[in-house]
């Protein structure tokens, strides 16, 4: 297992603006692509955003417009930035890298903590 770090949560008013990252060793080396998922309290697990090897990107319906996913190959960092920012995007965030595009086994032997996300009204 290695360890990816999650960082960029933190507290901001409706309307907002916050940039996730996840640095992940070896990310770009092993052809990876990332998820980002959130989870708030007292909820499933979501989906909010992928991107593959080849920089396809998609997004669920809830963050479509507001979220944009990007990678720096160069820094093995993948960010999620996060626009128009409501109260109901509050949330646990974490990201896994994942073998679309054609990534190696080793895309699947990361793991972190996450970063949270707080939106006031």
């Not at 669920?60 to 820094?75: E, H, N, Y």
């Not at 109260?87 to 972190?112: F, I, L, N, R």
Request: charged share 15%.
């Amino acid at each position: 297992q290695v360890q990816l770090v999650e960082s960029g949560g933190g507290s901001v008013q409706a309307g907002g603006s916050l940039t996730l990252s996840c640095t992940a060793p070896g990310f770009t080396s092993n052809n990876c692509g990332m998820d980002w998922f959130r989870q708030a309290a007292g909820n499933q697990r979501e989906l909010i955003s992928s991107i593959s090897s080849l920089d396809i990107t998609t997004y669920a319906d809830s963050v479509k417009g507001r979220f944009t996913i990007s990678k720096d190959k160069a820094k093995d960092t993948v960010y999620l930035q996060m626009n128009s920012l409501k109260p109901e995007d509050t949330a646990m965030y974490s990201c896994k890298p994942t073998v679309w595009g054609g990534g190696s086994q080793a895309c699947t032997h990361y793991w972190g903590q996450g970063t949270q996300v707080t939106v006031s009204s």
